[in-house]
């Protein structure tokens, strides 16, 4: 395998002048530029817009226009038939928008495939087939009838209004899917906010959607700053935020929706994911399973395993086999089909896993393998093990969002179960055992909105997927996204 070769279609893309999508058209801005590098070689691919607040007021101006509009005018089934024609284009347009995707984002190209393309194809089927099965309830009253008249009541779901979509950069298209498409199978329209540091993929796809027949306005693309994700989300025309980041700044826009008019959110949030094996497990496929949960896209991804709990009577077998693969990964240009792991995504985030390294050495903690970064053009850091001091070290409390597996050995399941839950997050959590009695009752305790067995980190669109406790509020995909982005009104008739 070799490096591809940029798609003439790509190079055209990177040329243009980038601003925002909006009311069914490119708006390309006067305002000021944002640099988008590519973090294999920290240089500049393209720069975008950073959006002025008369464009935020057009994005969400139009969406609006088209919710009163041209969208609520469309049947249920015709808008399954939008996304299903623009989960084709994905696919037909998959070397383009995976090359783009991997050239902003660091990504591995068959990630970039795999997970930015092709599941995200997947997402939106299923969500063109929920679009048709958003149902309220009949209900009989029991008030009492003086003069012979009677009673029914039914319950409609009915569309919340413009949702604003607020994306991170570690997934740009899959994570703006669930939002945007969330949005369009229950009737709202969406305006999404992609990260500044991975702001070309949607406004593609936003041309895409338009292809596929999602009228103007529907689906628009705002870029900038934090403060352009302020500006949506206490704008008067946004009824809902959707928002995916971290703890913190998640608390910040719950606070800013609820403080502009009681804005409805959406808030899927950071973890301190757990991954626990039991004193049973097979000691190569938990070396799988540690590869599986932390190390896919360099760990920068929501639900990765950071806490690695094992028996201490398995831990220094496992450890000792996990070095290597982890030797063996190679490291190198995301578009090479031949690397395995890839650069972090942008340079602060680079910068900031840099200083875990050295708080970890700094604090005691035994690195076991990695810990370094790598002398080379881009962002580049070495898969990394540690093993913890204490339940007491940052590495084992503070999300790190990188490829950092901090190991603990725990002595019994109490132990272990103690240790999932001694956490504010609560996003995700694995269990690792051939005992199946075992891994159901721990499932059942372990306080994070999804647990797998003798899996970690895929997500199934049938699944609901959200937080716990700090990890976030509502959730996404499943059919449980349906109360999030829908308003339940109560009728009752008299005859």
Same mark, same amino acid.
């Given at each position: 395998?070799?490096?591809?070769?940029?798609?003439?279609?790509?190079?055209?893309?990177?040329?243009?002048?980038?601003?925002?999508?909006?009311?069914?058209?490119?708006?390309?801005?006067?305002?000021?530029?944002?640099?988008? $590098?590519?973090?294999?070689?920290? *240089?500049?691919?393209? @720069?975008?817009?950073?959006?002025?607040?008369?464009?935020? !007021?057009? /994005?969400?101006?139009?969406?609006?226009?088209?919710?009163? &509009?041209?969208?609520?005018?469309?049947?249920?089934?015709?808008?399954?038939?939008?996304?299903?024609?623009?989960?084709?284009?994905? =696919?037909?347009?998959?070397?383009? =928008?995976?090359?783009?995707?991997?050239? *902003?984002?660091? #990504?591995?190209? *068959?990630?970039?495939?795999?997970?930015?393309?092709?599941?995200?194809?997947?997402?939106?089927?299923?969500?063109?087939?929920?679009?048709?099965?958003?149902?309220?309830?009949?209900?009989?009253?029991?008030?009492?009838?003086?003069?012979?008249?009677?009673?029914? /009541?039914?319950?409609?779901?009915?569309?919340?209004?413009?949702?604003?979509?607020?994306?991170?950069?570690?997934?740009?298209?899959?994570?703006?899917?669930?939002?945007?498409?969330?949005?369009?199978?229950?009737?709202? @329209?969406?305006?999404? #906010?992609?990260?500044?540091?991975t702001p070309l993929t949607m406004l593609r796809i936003a041309e895409l959607a338009s292809e596929?027949?999602?009228?103007?306005?529907?689906?628009?693309?705002?870029?900038?700053?934090?403060?352009?994700?302020?500006?949506?989300?206490?704008?008067? !025309?946004?009824?809902?935020?959707?928002?995916?980041?971290?703890?913190?700044?998640?608390?910040?826009?719950?606070?800013?929706?609820?403080?502009?008019?009681?804005?409805?959110?959406?808030?899927?949030?950071?973890?301190?994911?757990?991954?626990?094996?039991?004193?049973?497990?097979?000691?190569?496929?938990?070396?799988?399973?540690? =590869?599986?949960? &932390?190390?896919?896209?360099?760990?920068?991804?929501?639900?990765?395993?950071?806490?690695?709990? $094992?028996?201490?009577?398995?831990? !220094?077998?496992?450890?000792?086999?996990?070095?290597?693969?982890? @030797?063996?990964?190679?490291?190198?240009?995301?578009?090479?089909? /031949?690397?395995?792991?890839?650069?972090?995504?942008?340079?602060?985030?680079?910068?900031?896993?840099?200083?875990?390294?050295?708080?970890?050495?700094?604090?005691?903690?035994?690195?076991?393998?990695?810990?370094?970064?790598? !002398?080379?053009?881009?962002?580049?850091?070495?898969?990394?093990?540690?093993?913890?001091?204490?339940?007491?070290?940052?590495?084992?409390?503070?999300?790190?969002?990188?490829?950092?597996?901090?190991?603990?050995?725990?002595?019994?399941?109490?132990?272990?179960?103690?240790?999932?839950?001694?956490?504010?997050?609560?996003?995700?959590?694995?269990?690792?055992?051939?005992? =199946?009695?075992?891994?159901?009752?721990?499932?059942? *305790?372990?306080?994070?909105?999804?647990?797998?067995?003798?899996?970690? @980190?895929?997500?199934?669109?049938? $699944?609901?997927?959200? &937080?716990?406790?700090?990890?976030?509020?509502?959730?996404?995909? &499943?059919?449980?996204?349906?109360?999030?982005?829908?308003?339940?009104?109560?009728?009752?008739?008299?005859?």
């Amino acid at each position: 395998m070799t490096t591809v070769s940029i798609l003439p279609a790509v190079q055209a893309f990177l040329a243009r002048a980038h601003g925002h999508y909006i009311d069914g058209r490119t708006v390309v801005s006067e305002g000021p530029r944002i640099a988008v $590098v590519n973090p294999a070689s920290g *240089q500049q691919v393209a @720069t975008v817009a950073d959006a002025t607040a008369d464009e935020v !007021d057009a /994005a969400a101006a139009s969406a609006r226009r088209a919710f009163v &509009g041209p969208w609520a005018q469309t049947t249920p089934a015709a808008r399954a038939d939008v996304l299903l024609r623009l989960a084709e284009l994905l =696919l037909t347009h998959r070397e383009e =928008l995976a090359q783009i995707e991997t050239l *902003q984002s660091g #990504k591995l190209l *068959q990630i970039s495939r795999a997970f930015e393309i092709e599941s995200s194809a997947t997402f939106l089927r299923h969500y063109a087939g929920a679009a048709t099965r958003i149902n309220g309830q009949t209900i009989s009253p029991s008030l009492p009838s003086v003069n012979g008249e009677l009673y029914t /009541a039914f319950t409609l779901r009915q569309p919340l209004g413009v949702v604003a979509g607020i994306v991170p950069w570690n997934f740009s298209i899959e994570i703006a899917v669930w939002k945007f498409a969330s949005a369009l199978a229950t009737g709202c @329209t969406c305006v999404i #906010k992609p990260s500044e540091y991975t702001p070309l993929t949607m406004l593609r796809i936003a041309e895409l959607a338009s292809e596929a027949g999602a009228p103007a306005g529907a689906l628009n693309v705002i870029n900038g700053r934090g403060q352009v994700g302020s500006q949506l989300i206490s704008h008067d !025309d946004i009824a809902k935020v959707s928002f995916t980041g971290s703890v913190p700044t998640g608390i910040k826009v719950g606070v800013s929706a609820m403080e502009a008019k009681l804005t409805r959110f959406t808030l899927e949030l950071g973890g301190k994911n757990s991954v626990g094996f039991l004193k049973d497990v097979d000691a190569d496929k938990a070396v799988a399973g540690i =590869l599986e949960a &932390g190390f896919l896209h360099s760990g920068q991804i929501c639900a990765a395993g950071e806490r690695f709990f $094992v028996h201490r009577s398995r831990i !220094d077998e496992i450890l000792e086999k996990l070095t290597h693969p982890l @030797t063996a990964l190679r490291i190198g240009d995301p578009l090479d089909e /031949a690397t395995q792991f890839g650069p972090l995504s942008n340079k602060p985030h680079f910068e900031k896993i840099s200083a875990f390294f050295a708080r970890a050495r700094s604090e005691g903690d035994e690195i076991i393998y990695g810990g370094k970064t790598l !002398d080379r053009p881009g962002f580049f850091v070495e898969p990394t093990v540690v093993r913890a001091r204490d339940t007491h070290a940052a590495l084992l409390n503070e999300e790190t969002f990188g490829p950092i597996a901090t190991f603990l050995p725990y002595d019994d399941e109490d132990e272990l179960l103690a240790l999932f839950n001694g956490t504010p997050y609560g996003l995700s959590a694995s269990v690792w055992t051939n005992d =199946l009695s075992k891994a159901l009752r721990l499932a059942s *305790q372990i306080e994070a909105g999804t647990v797998w067995v003798n899996m970690h @980190t895929l997500l199934d669109p049938a $699944v609901p997927f959200g &937080g716990a406790k700090q990890s976030g509020i509502g959730r996404e995909f &499943g059919d449980a996204f349906i109360a999030d982005y829908t308003e339940l009104k109560s009728v009752i008739v008299r005859y």
